[in-house]
């Protein structure tokens, strides 16, 4: 590699473009439209993730070794008898808004266009359904119809269950930033207190499930403050008196409206003044809309408003659903999910099947949709699935009642994973196929506007990983479809696929880029990012959508729906009083195979934990940083306790992102329910009634290794960050500890045969410390304080020390009493780019008097690199200036 390589971070939706320099440094790329050169902290430490440590380097069949032709004809042939014996809808496929659009198109035409079943479905489902399916009932089609300049272009912007500051970092540093110039006033709607509603001008912690009666009253009072707009709703669309209707009888009043969502009359008032005054609305919105069991609904009731006021597709305004996955869009182009057919065609449109089966030569085509990811599980553990693969995604991890999807893997006949690290879910594989990872493999993916760009390789693969697209295909050929699986490489996909959207289109579908169709191996090596629609003959890219109307239906108007109101699928009630909330930390990414082997990433958030408000805690006699066994008629686990004034009273979140690998409490989803939206099957992931009660501490405890373990002991709940050249684990015990301390020290130390062992008791104090070494260096280190003890444990920093270099003989008896070992400062990390704590920015907030985030970055560096942590940086601003108020 001799010039920078342009590539696509592998992370959310935003899209941001990075370049790879030859000398291995990653930054942002200036010249990519969705970022200008910024990256946020996940994309900064990109560079982090691409060690070979711990990546399946090769095909595995029943846990042993073997070749990709040897693994490979397994697959087939076990595809084969099965779809022989009980036809093509006992196999499916499961696969991911993280493959490629290549991936995705070889997965969709393998299993719809020549097994024959529909039942190929995604993780997408868990995470844009009810988007896709809103957009279908409004606009006839799937689209997105602003673009990103929107957020800038605006003069209000209405965050609906979106988080954005942490979710969509790049996408709100760019608002934020012309918020600066142009005053945009910023309202979020979000039950909980997050980074991002701390920065607005208005917070509005509705109930949870609430926001279809919020936008039913602001319809009704779009209409009774005269902000409708007849002319457009007349000439474009349809179904507006019956959607009125409907928002009456559900919001007919303000005191309505309050008691549905619980907020206060005068803060509902604001909110509809404000929107019904501002021409330039854009209302985002993301999984506290979609992961609902009301989810289509939310989102028709948010475009029911966009469309009544006739605020779509012109600049500054309309609704926009950001995408999470960096190819949600892409895997909905190409058709992935499983009540689509294929390029934005869905089974039930006139004609569609004819094309598809014509365009393919593929005389099995699948007649009708296949099975929605829960019930896919759900058929998988009943027996009626009998052969699965599964590919970039995780869903030991990430589905809800995560157990029952776990009893359904072990009781599957045939289960193959593709990934690039061992998981929950390749544990339970038969076949496990290593999968080339970002970096490495070549393809393209869409953003949340829209944009397609590549992504490239800048290095090779290690061992004998391999792309999902060359897999699918060669289990193709081996199935007997050759010639329909024939491709050379990822170009000669993408251009199948481009044909394809404008095959039979000739303006019909919207989803057209078939001026791609006869790119050659340069001009896909060359692409820049473009946003469709992209017709054969466009002369310049897709740019806003429906500003003159026509929607893809077929009379061209957009449709009101109707959307009445309903509650929760399963509300709190005595058994399991307090609702269970889900979502993302800022460092972390999903199950964490990537992010979760960075240190600096660790450190905002190290330790998984359940959040309450202070009412709630002090109600339950929960301390922070004390035990809770959180319970749901699902499943049941223990987490920290964290306190957290911005939680709303009666719920309690976890993020979702640990897994068996990082910590004894598991998955969240193991306690998540899992009803679905009835139209587009997506899991209510963000409301399970559970119960919560607190567990006694007796000890604590750190932990410093230099293998990942995954200890266990009675009463012990662990968790787990990476440091350089090894891991520590906290440790906390819910059982007193052993009178007989040497066989729990044993099992923890797990230290290598022979290794030296030194240890420094002061049981009067209550604290313990041992070390393992092997031949000078230290392997092991564990440190043991009994609750109440005036001791402290030391950082994980100072003991993470302890792995570099080697201890000198003389220096063994003293190692574990230095000084730096002796106390822990009980600091929390907030910019992870400078290693700048929360006590350190307050301090120097109030020493030196800071006003303004500029000020800060000079004074510390905090904030000046990717900006992750300017939200809360800017929020510690204002807690400052409060209490400077609150005193003088
Ligand atoms: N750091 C980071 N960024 C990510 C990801 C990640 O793993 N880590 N994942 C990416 C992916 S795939 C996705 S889908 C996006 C998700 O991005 P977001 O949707 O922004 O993230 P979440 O944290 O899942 O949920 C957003 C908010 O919905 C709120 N909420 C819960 N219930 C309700 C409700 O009934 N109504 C309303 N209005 N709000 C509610 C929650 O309190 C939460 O703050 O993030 C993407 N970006
Ligand atoms: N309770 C709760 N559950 C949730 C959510 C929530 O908010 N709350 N959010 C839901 C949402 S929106 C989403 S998107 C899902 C995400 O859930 P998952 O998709 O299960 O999460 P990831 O950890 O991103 O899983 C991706 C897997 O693909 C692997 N991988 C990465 N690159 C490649 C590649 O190129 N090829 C292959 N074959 N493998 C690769 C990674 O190592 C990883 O194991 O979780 C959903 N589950
Ligand atoms: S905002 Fe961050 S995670 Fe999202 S694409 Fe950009 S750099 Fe990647
Ligand atoms: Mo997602």
């Known amino acids: 590699m001799t010039q920078a390589v342009r590539t696509t971070c592998p992370y959310c939706g935003v899209g941001c473009g990075v370049l790879a320099a030859p000398d291995g440094t990653l930054?942002?790329?200036?010249?990519?439209?969705?970022?200008?050169?910024?990256?946020?902290?996940?994309?900064?430490?990109?560079?982090?993730?691409?060690?070979?440590?711990?990546?399946?380097?090769?095909?595995?069949?029943?846990?042993?070794?073997t070749s990709w032709d040897a693994a490979l004809d397994q697959v087939a042939a076990r595809f084969r008898a099965t779809i022989d014996e009980h036809g093509p809808d006992s196999v499916a496929f499961y696969v991911s808004g993280q493959c490629l659009t290549e991936d995705y198109y070889v997965a969709n035409k393998l299993?719809?266009?020549?097994?024959?079943?529909?039942?190929?479905?995604?993780?997408?489902?868990?995470?844009?359904?009810?988007?896709?399916?809103?957009?279908?009932?409004?606009?006839?089609?799937?689209?997105?119809?602003?673009?990103?300049?929107?957020?800038?272009?605006?003069?209000?912007?209405?965050?609906?269950?979106?988080?954005?500051?942490?979710?969509?970092?790049?996408?709100?540093?760019?608002?934020?930033?012309?918020?600066?110039?142009?005053?945009?006033?910023?309202?979020?709607?979000?039950?909980?207190?997050?980074?991002?509603?701390?920065?607005?001008?208005?917070?509005?912690?509705?109930?949870?499930?609430?926001?279809?009666a919020l936008f039913a009253g602001l319809l009704a009072h779009l209409a009774e403050a005269g902000a409708l707009e007849a002319g457009w709703i007349a000439a474009h669309t349809g179904g507006f008196e019956a959607a009125l209707a409907a928002a009456r009888e559900t919001a007919p009043s303000l005191p309505r409206v309050a008691a549905l969502t619980g907020l206060a009359e005068a803060e509902i008032r604001r909110f509809y003044a404000l929107f019904a005054a501002t021409e330039r609305s854009v209302t985002v919105y993301s999984q506290g809309v979609n992961q609902s069991a009301a989810g289509t609904d939310k989102v028709n009731a948010i475009l029911n408003c966009h469309l009544a006021t006739g605020r779509i597709g012109r600049p500054g305004m309309g609704p926009f659903s950001v995408t999470g996955q960096p190819n949600a869009m892409g895997g909905r182009e190409v058709g992935g999910l499983a009540n689509q057919l294929a390029a934005h065609m869905r089974f039930d449109m006139p004609g569609a099947q004819d094309l598809v089966r014509r365009f393919w030569g593929a005389p099995n085509l699948a007649t009708r949709p296949g099975l929605k990811a829960v019930e896919l599980f759900e058929a998988v553990r009943e027996g009626r699935v009998k052969a699965l693969w599964i590919m970039a995604t995780n869903p030991a991890d990430s589905l809800p009642r995560a157990g029952l999807v776990r009893e359904a893997l072990a009781a599957c006949p045939f289960v193959v994973v593709s990934d690039c690290w061992e998981t929950d879910t390749t544990r339970l594989a038969h076949v496990v196929l290593p999968a080339a990872a970002w970096g490495e493999k070549s393809g393209t993916v869409t953003n949340s506007e829209r944009r397609i760009s590549r992504q490239r390789p800048f290095r090779a693969p290690p061992g004998e990983a391999r792309p999902d697209w060359w897999m699918l295909a060669e289990t193709g050929r081996r199935l007997g479809w050759a010639a329909a699986f024939a491709w050379d490489g990822p170009a000669a996909i993408f251009r199948e696929h481009a044909a394809l959207s404008g095959f039979g289109n000739a303006g019909s579908r919207c989803f057209d880029i078939s001026a791609m169709a006869g790119l050659d191996e340069a001009g896909y090596e060359a692409m820049t990012p473009f946003r469709?629609?992209?017709?054969?003959?466009?002369?310049?890219?897709?740019?806003?959508?429906?500003?003159?109307?026509?929607?893809?239906?077929?009379?061209?108007?957009?449709?009101?729906?109707?959307?009445?109101?309903?509650?929760?699928?399963?509300?709190?009630?005595?058994?399991?009083?307090?609702?269970?909330?889900?979502?993302?930390?800022?460092?972390?990414?999903?199950?964490?195979?990537?992010?979760?082997?960075?240190?600096?990433?660790?450190?905002?958030?190290?330790?998984?934990?359940?959040?309450?408000?202070?009412?709630?805690?002090?109600?339950?006699?929960?301390?922070?940083?004390?035990?809770?066994?959180?319970?749901?008629?699902?499943?049941?686990?223990?987490?920290?306790?964290?306190?957290?004034?911005?939680?709303?009273?009666?719920?309690?979140?976890?993020?979702?992102?640990?897994?068996?690998?990082?910590?004894?409490?598991?998955?969240?989803?193991?306690?998540?329910?899992?009803?679905?939206?009835?139209?587009?099957?997506?899991?209510?992931?963000?409301?399970?009634?559970?119960?919560?009660?607190?567990?006694?501490?007796?000890?604590?405890?750190?932990?410093?290794?230099?293998?990942?373990?995954?200890?266990?002991?009675?009463?012990?709940?662990?968790?787990?960050?990476?440091?350089?050249?090894?891991?520590?684990?906290?440790?906390?015990?819910?059982?007193?500890?052993?009178?007989?301390?040497?066989?729990?020290?044993?099992?923890?130390?797990?230290?290598?045969?022979?290794?030296?062992?030194?240890?420094?008791?002061?049981?009067?104090?209550?604290?313990?410390?041992?070390?393992?070494?092997?031949?000078?260096?230290?392997?092991?280190?564990?440190?043991?304080?009994?609750?109440?003890?005036?001791?402290?444990?030391?950082?994980?920093?100072?003991?993470?020390?302890?792995?570099?270099?080697?201890?000198?003989?003389?220096?063994?008896?003293?190692?574990?009493?230095?000084?730096?070992?002796?106390?822990?400062?009980?600091?929390?990390?907030?910019?992870?780019?400078?290693?700048?704590?929360?006590?350190?920015?307050?301090?120097?907030?109030?020493?030196?008097?800071?006003?303004?985030?500029?000020?800060?970055?000079?004074?510390?560096?905090?904030?000046?690199?990717?900006?992750?942590?300017?939200?809360?940086?800017?929020?510690?601003?204002?807690?400052?200036?409060?209490?400077?108020?609150?005193?003088?």
């Open 532 to 888: 469709w629609p992209l017709p054969a003959g466009a002369g310049e890219e897709g740019s806003r959508l429906f500003a003159e109307g026509g929607f893809p239906t077929p009379d061209g108007r957009a449709r009101f729906v109707a959307t009445p109101f309903r509650g929760l699928a399963a509300a709190p009630d005595a058994a399991f009083p307090l609702l269970l909330n889900t979502g993302r930390l800022r460092d972390q990414w999903h199950t964490m195979t990537r992010t979760g082997q960075v240190p600096r990433l660790a450190e905002h958030s190290p330790v998984p934990a359940a959040g309450f408000a202070p009412g709630d805690a002090a109600r339950l006699g929960l301390e922070p940083g004390g035990l809770v066994r959180l319970a749901s008629p699902h499943g049941e686990t223990v987490l920290r306790v964290a306190i957290e004034p911005g939680q709303r009273p009666g719920e309690v979140f976890v993020p979702m992102h640990w897994t068996d690998d990082f910590t004894s409490s598991g998955p969240v989803d193991r306690l998540v329910g899992a009803a679905t939206d009835p139209v587009s099957g997506q899991p209510e992931l963000k409301a399970t009634p559970v119960r919560a009660e607190p567990l006694p501490v007796h000890w604590r405890g750190l932990l410093l290794h230099r293998r990942a373990l995954r200890p266990e002991a009675p009463g012990l709940h662990w968790s787990r960050v990476p440091v350089v050249q090894g891991h520590v684990l906290e440790l906390t015990g819910a059982a007193p500890l052993p009178a007989e301390l040497a066989p729990l020290v044993e099992a923890l130390l797990a230290a290598p045969a022979g290794a030296e062992q030194v240890h420094l008791a002061d049981p009067g104090r209550g604290i313990w410390r041992f070390a393992a070494l092997v031949e000078g260096r230290v392997e092991a280190c564990l440190f043991l304080m009994r609750e109440g003890s005036r001791a402290s444990l030391p950082s994980g920093a100072a003991l993470a020390a302890l792995l570099q270099g080697l201890v000198a003989e003389g220096a063994r008896p003293g190692l574990l009493a230095g000084q730096a070992l002796a106390a822990r400062p009980a600091e929390r990390n907030i910019c992870a780019c400078f290693g700048v704590g929360i006590e350190t920015l307050r301090a120097c907030i109030l020493d030196r008097r800071l006003t303004t985030a500029d000020a800060v970055g000079a004074a510390l560096g905090a904030g000046t690199n990717c900006g992750s942590c300017l939200p809360e940086i800017r929020a510690l601003l204002r807690e400052a200036q409060n209490e400077t108020e609150a005193a003088a």
């Open 27 to 65: 930054k942002g790329d200036p010249a990519h439209p969705a970022n200008r050169g910024r990256l946020c902290v996940k994309g900064a430490a990109l560079g982090e993730t691409l060690s070979e440590a711990g990546r399946l380097l090769h095909p595995t069949v029943a846990g042993g070794r």
């Open 111 to 212: 299993m719809k266009g020549f097994i024959g079943s529909g039942n190929i479905d995604t993780n997408s489902r868990l995470c844009m359904a009810s988007s896709v399916a809103g957009h279908g009932r409004a606009f006839g089609a799937d689209v997105v119809p602003g673009i990103y300049e929107d957020l800038e272009e605006a003069d209000l912007v209405v965050l609906v269950g979106s988080n954005l500051a942490w979710c969509h970092p790049v996408l709100h540093g760019r608002l934020q930033a012309a918020r600066a110039g142009r005053g945009t006033q910023l309202v979020v709607i979000d039950p909980r207190g997050t980074a991002t509603s701390a920065g607005a001008d208005l917070h509005l912690p509705l109930a949870p499930g609430s926001d279809v």
